[in-house]
């Protein structure tokens, strides 16, 4: 097996350099994650049922796409950070396990325009559960790091949760 790796453009030597002009920075920021299935304005939609998903005691096989609000604290009144766009997957059989597939985007106060992006396992009912942030932009470029879950409300006849989010990334 032979492996070759080439770079045929100038600005991925560019771009190469520019990061390692930069300092790597650590920023540690707290959100609180609000899923709303109640009400009529709920912040996300299940998309795809599994034929198991109502018979079974874990929602195996749920999707749901969300559009979550991300405050700064966990109660009224809220002052909104962000929005977290993209979806979690009930992949479990025996507890209640997700797979989280999100970008926290942020839409006010110093972070502004910039996202972090979150996917990894959330075993729901688990105290602290960590996810690895993968990637990012804005002033989040070239992020790395991860983020730590914990329940801070969770509705169980509607639903409804509010999660604090405390990330940790690694930056330029």
Known sequence: ITTTTTSSSSSSSSEKL????????????????????????????????????????????????????????????????????????????????????????????????????ILGRNEVFTEVREMPVIGGSGLFRWAQGYAQARTSMLNMTTGDAVVKYDVHVMHY
């Open 18 to 117: 520019k990061k390692n002009e930069k300092e790597k920075k650590i920023t540690h920021f707290t959100v609180y994650w609000h899923d709303i299935m109640s009400g009529p304005n709920p912040s996300g939609a299940m998309v795809a049922p599994a034929p198991t998903t109502k018979t079974s005691t874990t929602g195996f096989g749920l999707v749901r796409i969300i559009d979550n609000p991300l405050t700064k604290r966990p109660n009224c009144p809220p002052t909104l950070v962000g929005r977290a766009q993209g979806f979690y997957a009930s992949t479990s059989l025996e507890y209640v396990g997700l797979m989280m597939v999100m970008n926290f985007a942020f839409t006010s106060g110093k972070y502004n325009g910039s996202t972090v992006t």
